[in-house]
C-alpha cells in the first residue's frame, strides 16, 4: 500500500478564489496523476506527472496547473475557481517501471459557492 | 481511442445472490487488468488486478475475475454477495507503457 495523503479533505469556497490541493506521497513513486471525479461517475485523467519537472496534461481539458519539484509532492492549483470546479479530485500514484498497481489518495472534495 | 465498456450502471441484488460485473475493453496490446472498489466515503481499493499466467484471478473478500483474451473481456464475480458488498466497482486497462484508462463504475446495491 502506498501512502497518499491529501489536504484539505474538504473545502467550501468562493467563486474567483484561488485554491491549491496537496498531494504527498511517502513511498517515492516516480508516477503521480490527478483524477476529477462527480458523484457516481467515472474518473478523469485532468494531469500527470512521470517525475520531477515533468507534467503533462490529462485526457479532460481542465483549467488547473500542477507542478512536480519534488517526487513527493504534486499539488493541484486552481487561480480562480468558478462553480464548474466543484468535484472531487483524487491522487494517485504508480511505482516507476511496467506493470504496477495505481494507488489513491482518499480525495479532496471541492465546492465552490 | 482506447476505452473501457462497464456492462451495467447500476446492480441491485439481495444478499446471498451471485454477482458478475462485465467488463470489455478497446486495446490489441499487452494489457494489464484491475478491478477497483469504492466503498461510500472512502478512496478507491484494488480488489484484485491479472497481468500474465492464469486467467482466473482471485482477489480479496471472496471476489475473482477472469480474462478472456479474445473477447477482450475481464469479468468480476463473487458467488455470494453482502451487504457490506454494496460500492461501486471500477474496471480499468493499463496498456504497456501508457496510463491506467478506468471504466465509468457499476454501482452495486445489495439489498439486506
Known amino acids: 500500500e502506498a501512502d497518499i495523503y491529501q489536504t484539505p479533505r474538504y473545502l467550501v469556497i468562493g467563486t474567483g478564489k484561488k485554491i491549491t490541493l496537496e498531494c504527498s506521497q511517502t513511498m517515492g513513486h516516480d508516477k503521480m496523476y490527478w483524477y476529477q471525479q462527480d458523484p457516481g461517475m467515472e474518473l478523469h485523467l485532468i494531469h500527470y506527472s512521470y517525475g520531477v519537472n515533468s507534467t503533462e496534461k490529462g485526457d479532460l481539458s481542465s483549467e488547473s496547473t500542477v507542478s512536480r519539484i519534488r517526487t513527493e509532492h504534486f499539488p493541484l492549483t486552481l487561480e480562480s475557481a468558478r462553480p464548474s470546479h466543484t468535484s472531487q479530485y483524487l491522487c494517485?500514484?504508480?511505482?516507476?517501471?511496467?506493470?504496477?498497481?495505481?494507488?489513491f489518495g482518499e480525495g479532496s472534495w471541492l465546492t465552490v459557492v | 481511442a482506447q476505452s473501457v465498456s462497464q456492462h451495467n450502471h447500476h446492480v441491485i441484488l439481495s444478499e446471498a445472490a451471485s454477482l458478475e460485473l462485465g467488463c470489455n475493453y478497446s486495446y490489441g496490446g499487452t494489457v494489464n487488468l484491475f478491478w477497483y472498489v469504492q466503498y461510500p466515503g472512502q478512496h478507491l481499493q484494488l480488489l484484485l488486478k491479472?497481468?500474465?499466467?492464469?486467467?482466473l484471478v482471485k482477489g480479496i473478500k471472496g471476489f475473482e475475475a477472469e480474462f478472456i483474451k479474445s473477447k477482450f473481456s475481464f469479468n468480476l464475480r463473487k458467488p455470494s454477495v453482502q451487504w457490506s458488498d454494496t460500492a461501486e466497482y471500477f474496471c480499468a486497462v493499463n496498456p504497456y507503457g501508457q496510463n491506467f484508462v478506468f471504466g465509468p463504475g457499476t454501482r452495486l446495491s445489495v439489498l439486506p
Open positions: 491479472y497481468f500474465s499466467g492464469d486467467p
Open positions: 494517485a500514484t504508480v511505482p516507476g517501471g511496467t506493470g504496477n498497481t495505481i494507488y
